[in-house]
């Protein structure tokens, strides 16, 4: 059987609808791919190196392809998944790839599934479908295609027909990699983002550490409240200059605080000397959300808050392997009353954008499409993580559409570390977005014509103007240090 990609794959199954979603498929199939919020390494574009084996690309990094094998018995050992105390693991790429392939039916239904099908399809030519006996020969095709320049990440770059790629960055990495990029003039945009989870957030590992490392970068004293803050504008300011767009914030939940200075003090004081407890913490992690939407508003950063996921849920797992493996659980999500001390400081400021993601679904109608219908800083994030699939993205419009339309919402993003994924990841959102808009032309409540128009805007122009990458790159120096 092949694997031959169907040209209609995610349509409507009714004759009208489908007919109508082709025709708006094909006016937005092949517009540039934006990609704002990812977390491919910076160092690929800067070093365009060959990407390594099979094995190594498509399976050892992948969270989705652990989680699922390690629910039907799988050790992690088996997928070459390194331990933390350097004992043995599989380290044959051949055998991690069969025993992908040996377990390929367990992905039927799933995004991993389309995602890493139309790779092999749309990159390497492939055109039998994975499984124990087609495992070496799509294995020697890969393998034997990785080797070669039109396989290197500049290339793809190109050949994917990106515009703009984000990488995501911790405040205290020197950039280099994105300095290195620009200064090769190979054509591409790539920016970092600045995600401040490690110096704002004192359950982050070594915590204390970070916050006195970010004072040693920037020469502030980072144990009082304003040389700390002072530190973190230094650093947004040295991101900005490197073309940043946007900030990204993974806390627990979404809640904020505005508290009084003498409070934040005690709170600072406490998480560096890792005595607070889990409600200081989370006042904390609340005051900083806070914090970073006023510096927004001074510097121009988007802010991007995706909260609700219980990270390293199984603790001998992180133990042994560390984060990232597949074992972070969404939780319900509160929104009206988390982000109500931040809105009243600035829900009616117009040059702030605040990026709203979740993982809890009902929050969708209920919560998170109403505040984004009335606060003119709020849009919604694409649908995410688990729910960065067909049917989450129907969910999605259908939720939320009614009460935010499009125009309150940010088009797609892709979310991901696998490079060679992410134009199966986009074609993937044109599709369902071309299906739902093809709905609304058969209800006769879009006309065709403002559904083609529509279409662009989720494919393209909506996330270039949330992600204020229609904006000119930057162009002054860019410094190391502030």
């Not at 498929?25 to 919020?37: D, F, N, Q, R």
């Not at 790779?119 to 390497?124: D, G, I, R």
């Not at 940010?410 to 739902?436: E, K, Q, Y």
């Not at 662009?456 to 190391?480: C, S």
């Amino acid at each position: 059987m092949t694997t031959m990609l169907h040209p209609d794959r995610l349509f409507p199954p009714d004759p009208t609808e489908r007919a109508i979603a082709r025709r708006l498929y094909g006016e937005v199939a092949h517009l540039p791919i934006v990609s704002p919020h990812g977390h491919t390494d910076p160092r690929w574009y800067a070093e365009d190196p060959a990407f390594p084996d099979p094995a190594a690309l498509f399976v050892v990094p992948d969270h989705y392809v652990l989680r699922m094998l390690y629910s039907q018995g799988v050790p992690m050992e088996a997928m070459g998944v390194a331990t933390a105390d350097g004992s043995s693991v599989e380290r044959d790429p051949r055998t991690i790839w069969r025993r992908l392939a040996a377990h390929w039916h367990l992905f039927r239904g799933t995004p991993s599934r389309l995602w890493l099908e139309h790779v092999l399809a749309e990159v390497f030519g492939v055109a039998e479908r994975l499984s124990a006996a087609t495992a070496d020969r799509i294995y020697d095709q890969v393998a034997d295609q990785l080797s070669t320049p039109a396989l290197r990440p500049r290339a793809l770059y190109h050949r994917f027909a990106i515009e703009a790629i984000a990488t995501t960055d911790s405040p205290l990495d020197d950039l280099a990699a994105h300095r290195a990029s620009a200064e090769a003039d190979w054509g591409g945009r790539v920016v970092p983002t600045f995600r401040p989870d490690p110096v704002v957030d004192p359950a982050f590992d070594g915590f204390a550490g970070n916050v006195r490392r970010l004072g040693e970068i920037t020469g502030e004293d980072t144990e009082t409240w304003t040389g700390y803050l002072t530190a973190l504008r230094a650093r947004r300011a040295v991101f900005v200059a490197h073309g940043a767009t946007a900030t990204d914030h993974g806390h627990p939940s979404a809640a904020t605080a505005d508290l009084d200075r003498a409070t934040c003090e005690r709170l600072l004081t406490g998480a560096l000397a890792g005595c607070l407890t889990p409600s200081d913490a989370e006042a904390f992690r609340a005051q900083m959300l806070t914090e970073m939407a006023a510096m927004s508003v001074d510097d121009g950063l988007v802010m991007q808050i995706h909260p609700g996921s219980w990270r390293n849920h199984n603790p001998g797992l992180f133990a042994r392997f560390g984060r990232d493996k597949g074992a972070d659980i969404p939780s319900p999500t509160d929104y009206v009353g988390a982000l109500k001390p931040l809105l009243d400081r600035f829900g009616n400021e117009r040059d702030l954008s605040v990026i709203l993601f979740t993982l809890d679904e009902t929050a969708y109608g209920r919560e998170l499409a109403p505040l984004a219908g009335h606060y003119p800083i709020l849009k919604l994030g694409p649908p995410w993580w688990f729910f960065d699939s067909p049917d989450g993205m129907r969910r999605f419009r259908e939720l939320t559409t009614e009460t935010a339309g499009f125009h309150n919402t940010v088009g797609f993003n892709d979310d991901t570390r696998a490079f060679l994924s992410i134009p199966a990841r986009h074609d993937m959102a044109r599709r369902i977005d071309c299906a739902f808009l093809a709905r609304l032309v058969a209800d006769h409540r879009l006309d065709e014509e403002e559904a083609v128009e529509t279409a662009h805007d989720l494919a393209y122009r909506l996330v270039r103007r949330a992600y204020r990458l229609d904006r000119p790159a930057v162009a002054e120096p860019v410094p190391t240090n502030p």
